[in-house]
């Protein structure tokens, strides 16, 4: 059995300060990770992905999440937030790569203030 | 790469009728595609996953008959909402997988904005 948290629903961060979004999984297996965005009406686009390579996963638009096995989390973070990141943020998590079913976070919706 | 479309991208339509969304893979074949339903601001929730050739498994609580999917090719998978009504209003994803190459990532389609009246 998989699961995801994602531990807030909104985070609100000032422009040009850093991004925190917290995910903790839980998997049977060696899991693998995802982080999507969801602009407003819009599909899903990847950010990152973990696949029991590395453990510091960097991604696009300056986005990088660690894995840390111990504490079964995969936070995401990003060193300055820019305006076009405010957005809907998933993180995902497979079991048995991205093939098999994955199981959705409840979203982060992050607001970025001018 | 690795690009999904949606075709209808929204659709209105009237209580009772039938209606098709398209789930493409442009640059990749797709051996299993997955669909996914939105509600307003919340999570995704997994419908059903298909495999190329054979029939789609639906999760717990989706209704087979109701929601019909088709994957006829390794680029193309099919969900048609059959006498749809009201309570089927929502933001159908499809996303697509290919191993090998690709690895392990779904990707998603743009999303199909079904309302019904």
């Known amino acids: 059995a998989q699961s995801v948290t994602q531990l807030d629903s909104h985070v609100s961060v000032s422009e040009g300060t850093p991004v925190l979004l917290r995910c903790n999984y839980s998997?049977?297996?060696?899991?693998?990770l995802f982080w999507y965005v969801q602009h407003p009406n819009k599909g899903l686009q990847l950010l990152l992905k973990?696949?029991?390579?590395?453990?510091l996963v960097k991604g696009i638009n300056g986005f990088e999440a660690e894995f840390k096995k111990s504490e079964t989390s995969f936070h995401l973070t990003k060193p300055s937030a820019h305006m076009s990141d405010a957005a809907e943020y998933f993180c995902?998590?497979?079991?048995?790569?991205?093939?098999?079913?994955?199981?959705f976070g409840t979203g982060t919706k992050l607001q970025v203030i001018p | 790469g690795a690009v999904v479309s949606q075709h209808p991208s929204r659709v209105i339509c009237k209580s009772g009728t039938s209606v098709k969304i398209e789930c493409r893979s442009l640059?990749?074949?797709?051996?299993?595609m997955f669909w996914y339903r939105q509600f307003p601001k919340k999570s995704l929730m997994l419908m059903a996953t298909?495999?190329?050739?054979?029939?789609?498994?639906?999760e717990q609580g989706v209704e087979k008959d109701k929601f019909l999917i088709n994957h006829a090719s390794l680029t193309l998978s099919t969900l048609t909402v059959t006498s749809a009504h009201p309570e089927d209003s929502s933001f159908y994803i499809c996303?697509?997988?290919?191993?090998?190459?690709?690895?392990?990532?779904?990707?998603f389609g743009p999303g199909t904005r079904l309302t019904v009246l």
């Open positions: 996303s697509a997988y290919s191993g090998g190459a690709r690895t392990d990532t779904q990707y």
């Open positions: 973990y696949t029991s390579a590395a453990t």
């Open positions: 998997s049977s297996y060696s899991p693998s």
């Open positions: 995902v998590v497979s079991d048995r790569g991205g093939y098999q079913k994955v199981t």
């Open positions: 298909s495999n190329e050739g054979s029939k789609a498994t639906y």
């Open positions: 640059d990749f074949q797709a051996t299993t």
